[in-house]
């Protein structure tokens, strides 16, 4: 079986032309310890590190951590300067990849410009009416088993979310039904997107990064070996089977090991950010009852009902679009707790913003969560209410007030496969059960990618 061995090194124009002390001097912010910086403090409370950074500094401000000066670029002019990137000044390349490059090299997140525009246009045919068509079917059946199989009662639904996510990826992405290895598939992302934030950035002995560099082993062995398959046996409406006969423009297919990358990438960006976003909902609907009865009689509306056995119907792909306050509410779940609180990127030449120069070869970032929790920009941040998503307030707002998807060239290529999953799992779930909170708010680790600690105790109560 072929096997494609992770980067020891980073390639050398990703360290290459680092500023000086000096050259950020100007730019005020802390170093915090030495060596370590503030890496600690930042991997403790990142949303609270950011809220005094800006309370003292300013909407630009250095921060020091994971072994160098970064600088944060604060507010929707910054999303959007950041983010649209008209002059080509950020790479994200240059950006995720050290924080990535030893997981998920070579994912579509981490391509900038002409290659990513290319990749992107090939792995775009996973996206398109027919395709989607079939993984709706495909997760309204693998959805409304599991969802009736949870039955009333107390759980937690972290845990079952992302085994159920799981499961529907194998069914849409792979096309196939986990077999005895999915146990380590589901450890070996675990493990590769905790090594994301370790400290330690070597894959030592022992350490959270051998094991994130292990599991991508064991993951691009597998692929690599299905990516053959698939083409020697060819069709297969799944997301897995078009990457693999994917072509580029000149009609050649894809390296394998490009279609490798870029599943391994799209499985963990599909699979976590989705169990994190449907975790926000459901934790918000059941703190908030008035809100999931709201929900509850928009789906019993539009699917027609239960069937004559008393279950929900399926939520057909033509009436995705219908669904529109339970979108509102899962916008607003995604501003509340967005899965990628936030995004990297590098400099590639000087720019000015916010009345400081920022110097070519600077690592600098944009802070999703703070953007979507700025009381400037929303009355009562900390308050659930989707009717922010109002089309007459989103067009008021600024358009890079609420960006958890990204932007310009990097908008995540799924988004529409997150709205539909999201959406057809409350169409199960709601007219089902009654959704309520256990032991009240859970606390929530924010990095890498937020989930509640406690698993997210509910009850379910049959209706």
């Known amino acids: 079986m072929a096997t494609l061995a992770a980067p020891d090194t980073a390639p050398t124009h990703w360290t290459e032309g680092n500023p000086t002390p000096d050259e950020l001097a100007h730019i005020p912010g802390e170093g915090g310890w030495p060596i370590v910086g503030n890496t600690f403090k930042m991997l403790a409370d990142p949303h609270g590190m950011a809220r005094r950074n800006v309370e003292q500094y300013g909407r630009v401000y250095k921060n020091k951590a994971f ?30 990849g050290p924080i990535l490059d030893k997981l998920f090299p ?28 079939h993984y709706s079917g495909a997760l309204n059946r693998g959805i409304a088993r599991q969802v009736e199989a949870w039955g009333a009662g107390p759980m937690k639904f972290y845990p079952a979310i992302k085994e159920l996510t799981l499961d529907l990826a194998a069914d849409s992405f792979i096309g196939i039904e986990w077999g005895p290895e999915a146990d380590k598939i589901n450890q070996a992302f675990i493990d590769m997107v905790q090594a994301s934030v370790a400290p330690v950035r070597v894959p030592l002995p022992f350490t959270q990064m051998k094991k994130g560099v292990d599991g991508r082993k064991f993951l691009v062995d597998f692929f690599t070996a299905e990516t053959i398959r698939r083409r020697k046996e060819g069709g297969g409406q799944d997301m897995f089977s078009q990457f693999a006969t994917a072509t580029h423009e000149d009609g050649s297919l894809m390296a394998v090991d490009e279609v490798v990358d870029h599943m391994n990438f799209l499985m963990m960006a599909a699979h976590d950010t989705i169990t994190s976003s449907a975790t926000t909902l459901v934790w918000l609907l059941a703190k908030n009852p008035e809100w999931q009865e709201k929900l509850r009689q928009e789906v019993l509306a539009v699917t027609g009902g239960l069937d ?38 590098r400099a590639l030449k000087s720019f000015e913003f916010g009345g400081y120069r920022i110097p070519a070869g600077a690592h600098v970032g944009i802070n999703i969560y703070h953007t979507h929790h700025d009381p400037e920009i929303w009355d009562e941040p900390e308050k659930f209410d989707p009717m922010r998503f109002t089309p007459d307030k989103v067009k008021a707002r600024h358009k890079y007030a609420w960006v958890p ?37 859970p606390d929530w680790q924010a990095w890498p990618i937020p989930k509640p600690k406690d698993g997210l105790k509910i009850v379910l109560k049959k209706l």
């Open 308 to 345: 004559a056995n008393g279950r929900p119907r399926d939520l057909a792909y033509e009436d995705l679009g219908k669904l529109e306050l339970t979108e509102m509410a899962f916008k607003e779940a995604l501003r509340f707790v967005p899965p990628v609180p936030s995004m990297p990127r």
């Open 405 to 441: 998807f990204g932007g310009g060239a990097h908008m995540c290529l799924g988004l529409h496969f997150a709205y539909m999953q999201v959406k057809i799992l409350m169409a199960q779930l709601l007219p089902r059960y009654e959704i309520a909170l256990e032991n009240g708010d």
């Open 106 to 133: 070579r994912g579509l997140m981490l391509m900038d410009f002409d290659h990513h525009r290319a990749d992107r246009r090939a792995l775009s045919i996973a996206f398109k009416p027919e395709p989607m068509r």
């Open 67 to 96: 072994g160098g000066w970064n600088i944060a670029l604060i507010g929707p002019e910054a999303n959007e300067l950041v983010l649209f990137d008209r002059d080509k000044i950020f790479s994200s390349e240059q950006g995720w």
